[in-house]
């Protein structure tokens, strides 16, 4: 198997309990992106990030400040998975920004995303994080169908060909 790191921001912890059950599904330990700085990507060869969209479309703050960083990062030769949590309900008009955001920037920085996932059975007006009609990565809402996570999370990691 590839050389896999599982990163994210969390303000609530939703985030990082969905990246704990991505590692533990792969085996593997989640890492928070705080206090960090782009080499440690190195030394993966597959990247899960994770993030929430904070607010109305903003960036969750640990993920913000590690922009400039994701910003001078070679990502060239990775291969990139995102996922992102957040409320299609309250903040339908922003639903999963932060994700799209984050794929921008890995794309800027060379990496290769991976694991996009379909906008059915999700109700939103807009988000950033839609592409050609797709999710960039796994979209997860804890608030409103926090009881198709774990499914939605086996089902994306078999997409990725790194299910159980």
């Not at 994210?8 to 985030?15: A, L």
């Not at 995102?82 to 409320?87: A, I, Q």
């Not at 290769?112 to 796994?138: C, K, M, P």
């Amino acid at each position: 198997m590839a050389n896999i790191g599982i990163f994210f921001g969390s303000d609530t912890g939703n985030t990082e309990n969905v990246a704990n059950k991505i590692a533990e599904q792969l085996g593997l330990e989640a890492q928070d992106i705080a206090g960090n700085d782009n080499s440690v990507f190195d030394d993966y060869e597959i990247l899960i990030l994770g993030t929430p969209t904070a607010n109305y479309g903003e960036m969750q703050p640990d993920w913000d400040y590690f922009v400039p960083e994701l910003e001078d990062a070679d990502l060239n030769g990775k291969k990139v998975a995102l996922f992102g949590l957040g409320d299609q309900v309250d903040y339908p008009d922003s639903y999963l920004d932060a994700m799209g955001d984050l794929a921008e920037l890995v794309q800027a920085a060379g990496g290769e995303l991976i694991g996009a996932w379909s906008t059915e059975s999700y109700t939103f007006n807009h988000s950033r994080a839609v592409v050609d009609g797709q999710f960039v990565g796994l979209a997860l809402d804890e608030d409103r169908q926090p009881e198709l996570t774990d499914e939605r999370i086996t089902a994306w990691l078999g997409t990725l060909g790194l299910g159980a």
